[in-house]
């Protein structure tokens, strides 16, 4: 099987019930989001000592799962801008999402950037952070401007952790909070999203004997889920085995060929709004039953999809909809 890496993932949305309440919980008043700020602020992000004397005023997301972090924290009149949505924003942030000016459809470069004076800047992902997008951190690093980055995509890939872990995705929530002296309100939004998982890993149906193909992408070319990634990590959480698990690379490409000789029991089919080959659900049931090698499949012939918000497959506030989209798919085929 031939190893390539996906630089980044997007698709479609889920809903995360309460998130605004919890982003929102101290911020109706000024006095006391004020009195809860902290002098000042150190964090690491991918190696690199960020240090925030106050809590920024102005600052940018620079592609939609910062973003979405951001607002899930009631961040949103401390932001100055945001850039790429991939996926319309969950349906929680919405209202809030339409209060910050939008840079660009892709991600922003330097120039639009710089022009709003920026006292921070957030990404997930490295691409945000290239000569062709916002430019480099260490560049910022010179004008005075924090640039925080992701665990999750580093640089410097040696300072990428090897698997994919919800506290690594906690922890983030708890960073950023922390840089804008709303602990507070990371602690509740965390503590949620913790009780959430919780929950949807408890209602997982037990006994279950199934191997599971997780599809992200392509037809001619499929990326499927090797070791590492939030699929890998999930699998461990609800003791379901991942078919390509043996394969150490987060989003392996695959070949229908090997594919076929693993016959996995289930598969998992990210949904993703972005118009690629193969990357709606639909686009990939209807190849997998028409294609001669897939329609073999033991999982084509027996209906046995489970559909997930691709976008859940990232590292961010979504990352938990994609246990409880499994638990409810699991339920339907095995409860």
Same mark, same amino acid.
């Given at each position: 099987?031939?190893?390539?890496?996906?630089?980044?993932?997007?698709?479609?949305?889920?809903?995360?019930?309460?998130?605004?309440?919890?982003?929102?919980?101290?911020?109706?008043?000024?006095?006391?989001?004020?009195?809860?700020?902290?002098?000042?602020?150190?964090?690491?992000?991918?190696?690199?000592?960020?240090?925030?004397?106050?809590?920024?005023?102005?600052?940018?997301?620079?592609?939609?799962? *910062?973003?979405?972090?951001?607002?899930?924290?009631?961040? #949103? !009149?401390? =932001?100055?801008?945001? @850039?790429?949505? +991939?996926? %319309?924003?969950?349906?929680?942030?919405?209202?809030?999402?339409?209060?910050?000016?939008?840079?660009?459809?892709?991600?922003?470069?330097?120039?639009?950037?710089?022009?709003?004076?920026?006292?921070?800047?957030?990404?997930?992902?490295?691409?945000?952070?290239?000569?062709?997008?916002?430019?480099?951190?260490?560049?910022?690093?010179?004008?005075?401007?924090?640039?925080?980055?992701?665990?999750?995509?580093?640089?410097?890939?040696?300072?990428?952790?090897?698997?994919?872990?919800?506290?690594?995705?906690?922890?983030?929530?708890?960073?950023?909070?922390?840089?804008?002296?709303?602990?507070?309100?990371?602690?509740?939004?965390?503590?949620?999203?913790?009780?959430?998982?919780?929950? *949807?890993?408890?209602?997982?149906?037990?006994?279950?004997? #199934? !191997?599971? =193909?997780?599809?992200? @992408?392509?037809? +001619?070319? %499929?990326?499927?889920?090797?070791?590492?990634?939030?699929?890998?990590?999930?699998?461990?959480?609800?003791?379901?085995?991942?078919?390509?698990?043996?394969?150490?690379?987060?989003?392996?490409?695959?070949?229908?060929?090997?594919?076929?000789?693993?016959?996995?029991?289930?598969?998992?089919?990210?949904?993703?709004?972005?118009?690629?080959?193969?990357?709606?659900?639909?686009?990939?049931?209807?190849?997998?039953?028409?294609?001669?090698?897939?329609?073999?499949?033991?999982?084509?012939?027996?209906?046995?999809?489970?559909?997930?918000?691709?976008?859940?497959?990232?590292?961010?506030?979504?990352?938990?909809?994609?246990?409880?989209?499994?638990?409810?798919?699991?339920?339907?085929?095995?409860?």
């Amino acid at each position: 099987m031939k190893i390539t890496s996906i630089k980044w993932l997007a698709g479609a949305f889920v809903l995360l019930p309460g998130l605004a309440a919890c982003g929102a919980s101290d911020s109706g008043s000024p006095k006391h989001a004020t009195a809860a700020r902290p002098a000042g602020a150190v964090v690491d992000s991918c190696g690199t000592k960020l240090k925030v004397s106050e809590p920024p005023k102005r600052a940018i997301a620079l592609e939609q799962n *910062a973003t979405e972090i951001m607002l899930s924290l009631g961040l #949103a !009149d401390r =932001m100055v801008g945001t @850039s790429y949505q +991939t996926d %319309p924003v969950l349906p929680a942030l919405a209202a809030d999402y339409k209060r910050v000016p939008v840079l660009s459809d892709r991600y922003a470069n330097h120039e639009a950037t710089l022009a709003k004076e920026p006292d921070f800047l957030y990404s997930t992902l490295s691409s945000a952070y290239a000569d062709e997008a916002a430019g480099p951190r260490s560049g910022w690093k010179h004008l005075d401007v924090p640039a925080y980055l992701s665990v999750h995509d580093c640089e410097n890939s040696k300072l990428t952790p090897d698997e994919v872990r919800f506290d690594a995705v906690f922890d983030e929530i708890k960073d950023i909070a922390t840089i804008f002296g709303v602990r507070p309100r990371g602690e509740k939004v965390v503590e949620g999203l913790r009780t959430r998982l919780d929950r *949807a890993v408890h209602h997982i149906p037990k006994g279950i004997d #199934a !191997d599971l =193909m997780w599809y992200y @992408s392509g037809t +001619t070319t %499929p990326y499927i889920a090797g070791h590492g990634g939030l699929p890998s990590t999930v699998g461990e959480l609800t003791g379901l085995d991942n078919a390509f698990d043996d394969i150490h690379q987060k989003w392996p490409e695959g070949n229908w060929e090997e594919i076929a000789e693993r016959d996995p029991d289930v598969i998992v089919l990210a949904d993703l709004t972005r118009g690629g080959d193969g990357d709606s659900a639909a686009a990939k049931k209807k190849f997998l039953r028409t294609n001669p090698v897939t329609s073999r499949l033991r999982a084509v012939r027996e209906n046995r999809f489970i559909v997930v918000p691709g976008s859940a497959m990232d590292p961010s506030v979504r990352s938990v909809g994609l246990v409880e989209e499994l638990s409810k798919g699991l339920a339907k085929l095995y409860g």
